[in-house]
């Protein structure tokens, strides 16, 4: 089975997804969009996704995946190796509940739709905006920071030594935080982290740097 991943080299959603793929080690053609030229409200990209959003992940059979969270859980029960969900039911909810703290909690509040609107809208200019992004992210990680220096499923990474979803999140996050300026510095345990997936060259090669796009 082969893949088409549309996509957008700075998205933190098309970050995830790019790293669930090379950690299943599996192959995809990389399509390329530019957000703020409206590339994902053709026509022909609503067709494939009609919330004009990214990622979508697209079969060669034409079946199109949407949303980050739904995609990498499918590709994780149809490609169940290496799995990046634990195999107890405790573990399952801790790794969820760390990676939608990230996906719930800071992505919908932080999204290109959402500091468009409050620069269009509510004409917040960008160190405003820019505040408001880093309030949003400063907020959960320092629950998570909490969360994880102090839990004894804290390993290497969030959840023991082997990288899943919750990985994942947080290395995608980090990548979209540098944008504004955000060092881990304060977060100690989440640099430490960080430092380590950024060694793993799934992690490395889904980077938005090293996206063809990226240019």
């Known amino acids: 089975m082969m893949f088409r991943l549309h996509n957008f080299f700075r998205s933190s959603t098309a970050t995830r997804v790019r790293a669930a793929l090379n950690l ?5 053609e990389y399509v390329p969009y530019a957000l703020r030229l409206g590339e994902t409200r053709t026509p022909e990209y609503l067709a494939i996704n009609p919330s004009g959003l990214v990622p979508a992940l697209e079969r060669d059979d034409g079946v199109v995946r949407t949303q980050s969270l739904a995609i990498i859980e499918w590709l994780d029960e149809t490609q169940p190796t290496p799995p990046l969900l634990p195999a107890d039911a405790d573990g399952r909810a801790r790794v969820r509940s760390l ?7 800071i992505h919908p509040l932080n999204n290109l739709r959402v500091l ?21 992210v400063a907020l959960t990680f320092d629950a998570l920071e909490r969360r994880l220096s102090t839990a004894p499923q804290t390993g290497a990474l969030r959840h023991g030594a082997a990288p899943g979803l919750a990985d994942i999140r947080l290395y995608a996050q980090v990548w979209n935080n540098r944008r504004f300026d955000i060092s881990l510095d304060r977060w100690s ?9 950024d060694e793993i060259p799934a992690f490395r090669d889904a980077a938005p740097p090293r996206q063809p796009d990226a240019a």
């Not at 299943?24 to 995809?28: F, T």
């Not at 345990?189 to 997936?197: C, D, E, N, Q, V």
């Open 99 to 105: 990676a939608y703290m990230i996906a719930c909690e």
């Open 24 to 28: 299943k080690g599996l192959a995809y």
């Open 116 to 136: 468009t609107c409050l620069g269009d809208s509510l004409g917040a200019d960008e160190a405003a905006q820019a505040e408001w992004f880093r309030n949003w």
């Open 189 to 197: 345990t989440l640099a430490r982290i960080f430092s380590r997936l």
